[in-house]
C-alpha cells in the first residue's frame, strides 16, 4: 500500500513538471514571436551607394537631410521632401523659402560651417562638383552622396541622380512620371532643331569677361541633347570655360547666342548685356535677326540638374529656335 501511494506521488509529481514544461515553451514561442515583430518593426532599410568620390550607406528616408547641391534642393522642393539644412548664401530666387530661418544656414557652397554639421547629425549630405574636394570631411559627419553631373553623358548622368534621390526617399513611381515628362519636352524641341542649318554658340559673361563652351562641357546639353549645332566644334573643354574675346564671337559669328549672366546668379551689379551687345557683337547673325538669348543663370549656373531647372532649361532654349 505504501508504495501504492509513493507510485502515486511520482507520477502526480511528474504530471506537474511536464505541465510548467509546457507552460514555459508556449511562453517562450511567444516571446520569440514578440521579438521576432518587434525586429521587423524596427528593422530600417539601407541603401548602398557607390559614386565617383567613393560609398556611403544610406537609411532609407532619412529625416534630417543636408543638402549642397541646389540641383537635389530643386528635386527635394518638387517632391515634396523636406530639408534641415543648406548654404542659404546664392539660394535661387525661386526656391527662396529655403532662407528661412526654420532651415539651418550652414555656409556658402564652397565654405561650408562643418561645425553647424556636425552639431546637426545629419541622416545624409548631398554635395557636388563645388564641395568635391571636402568629401572626406563630409563623410566624416554623416553618410555623404556625390551628385555631380557628368557633362559629356549629361542626361545618363542626370537621370542616375533622378533615380538616385527618388530610390533614397521612396518616390520612385513620382520620378519615373517626371522623367517621361522630361523626355517628352526633349524629344520636341529634337524635332525642331533636327532641320535646322544655324549654328549656336554658348557663352558665360562674368564682369565684362566672357568665356566660351562646346559640346561635352557644363552648358553643352544645349548642343549634345537639345540638338543645336555647334558654332565651334574645337572649343576647350573646361568647368570655366575657354576664355575669349569679343572679337572671337566675331569671326565665329554664330547664328544663335545663348548668354549665361553669372553676374545675376551671384548678386552682382554689372549687367552682362550691356557687354555683349557691343559693336563688334552687333555685326553677328545672332544680334541681326534677334536670337541673343539671355539664359536664367539661376537655372543654369546654380540649381542645373534638377528636375525643375532642367523643365526651365529646356523652355528657354526654346527661345533660340
Known amino acids: 500500500m505504501k508504495k501504492i501511494k509513493i507510485l502515486l506521488m511520482m507520477i502526480a509529481l511528474m504530471a506537474v513538471l511536464v505541465a510548467c514544461g509546457t507552460k514555459d515553451d508556449k511562453t517562450s514561442e511567444k516571446a520569440t514571436d514578440k521579438t521576432s515583430g ?14 565617383e568620390l567613393g560609398e556611403a550607406t544610406v537609411t532609407k528616408n532619412p529625416k534630417k537631410v543636408v543638402v549642397f547641391d541646389f540641383g537635389v534642393l530643386d528635386t527635394l522642393d518638387k517632391l515634396g521632401i523636406e530639408v534641415a539644412g543648406l548654404p542659404q548664401s546664392n539660394v535661387p530666387s525661386y526656391l527662396a523659402k529655403y532662407k528661412d530661418e526654420k532651415y ?8 561650408p560651417d562643418f561645425e553647424k554639421i556636425h552639431a546637426m547629425k ?16 563630409f563623410s566624416e559627419i554623416a553618410p555623404t552622396v556625390y551628385v555631380g553631373l557628368d ?17 533614397i526617399f521612396g518616390k520612385e513611381d513620382e520620378m519615373k512620371t517626371e522623367l517621361a515628362e522630361v523626355d517628352e519636352q526633349i524629344k520636341a524641341i529634337n524635332e525642331k532643331t533636327a532641320g535646322l542649318d544655324s549654328k549656336a ?10 568665356s566660351a563652351y562646346g559640346p561635352s562641357s557644363r552648358f553643352g546639353l544645349i548642343h549634345d541633347v537639345f540638338g543645336f549645332k555647334a558654332a565651334d566644334e574645337k572649343i576647350e573643354i573646361s568647368k570655366h570655360g575657354q576664355n575669349i574675346t569679343f572679337e572671337y564671337i566675331f569671326d565665329t559669328n554664330p547664328d544663335v547666342l545663348f548668354v549665361v549672366d553669372r553676374d545675376a546668379a551671384i548678386g552682382g551689379d554689372s549687367s552682362v548685356k550691356d557687354s555683349i551687345e557691343n559693336e563688334l557683337v552687333m555685326k553677328t547673325n545672332a544680334y541681326k535677326n534677334g536670337k541673343i538669348v539671355y539664359l536664367n543663370a539661376e537655372y543654369w549656373y546654380l540649381s542645373g540638374g ?16
Open 38 to 51: 518587434d525586429n521587423k518593426e524596427t528593422e530600417t532599410a539601407v541603401i548602398e551607394i557607390k559614386h
Open 104 to 111: 539651418e544656414n550652414l555656409g556658402s557652397l564652397k565654405e
Open 122 to 137: 545629419p541622416d545624409v549630405i548631398f554635395i557636388s562638383g563645388r564641395q568635391s574636394d571636402l568629401f572626406e570631411q
Open 151 to 167: 557633362t559629356a553623358n549629361y542626361m545618363d548622368s542626370f537621370k542616375h541622380n533622378m533615380e538616385l534621390v527618388a530610390e
Open 201 to 210: 554658340l554658348i557663352v558665360l559673361g562674368s564682369e565684362g569677361k566672357v
Open 306 to 321: 534638377g528636375l525643375q531647372s532642367m523643365k526651365e532649361m529646356i523652355k528657354e532654349v526654346e527661345a533660340g529656335l
